[in-house]
């Protein structure tokens, strides 16, 4: 496995819950790691990103309430959820990013279900 991920479970509506994902050494490089989502019948969406130097984004319904961090090298992340809502309901999957000489790969993690329900 590749990407390791981790953290998921059920929470109440204004519950935390954190996001682990690690990366195996197999993966060279890093440039940038992220967060997606995946609701049914929807598709995959961006929830939030971190480059190599730092950089974060964040799909904008998740600013404020969603923290994503990484470790100095770049293989480890977290998102921290905060104030979760029931729409917050999705398979999370860690991507990462790598930006080679002969062109960019994605990885993926295998996804875990993180349900916000009373």
């Known amino acids: 496995v590749q990407l390791q991920a981790s953290g998921g479970g059920l929470v109440q509506p204004g519950g935390s819950l954190r996001l682990s994902c690690a990366a195996s050494e197999m993966i060279f490089s890093i440039d940038v790691m992220g967060w997606y989502r995946q609701a049914p019948g929807n598709e995959r969406d961006l929830v939030a990103t971190?480059?190599?130097?730092?950089?974060?984004t964040y799909a904008d319904s998740v600013k404020g309430r969603f923290t994503i961090s990484g470790n100095n090298y770049l293989n480890t992340v977290w998102l921290q959820m905060n104030n979760l809502k029931p729409e917050d309901t999705a398979v999370y999957y860690c991507n990462a990013y790598s930006e080679t000489a002969v062109g960019g790969y994605d990885y993926w993690g295998q996804g875990t279900l993180v349900t916000v329900s009373s």
């Open positions: 971190i480059s190599k130097g730092g950089k974060t």
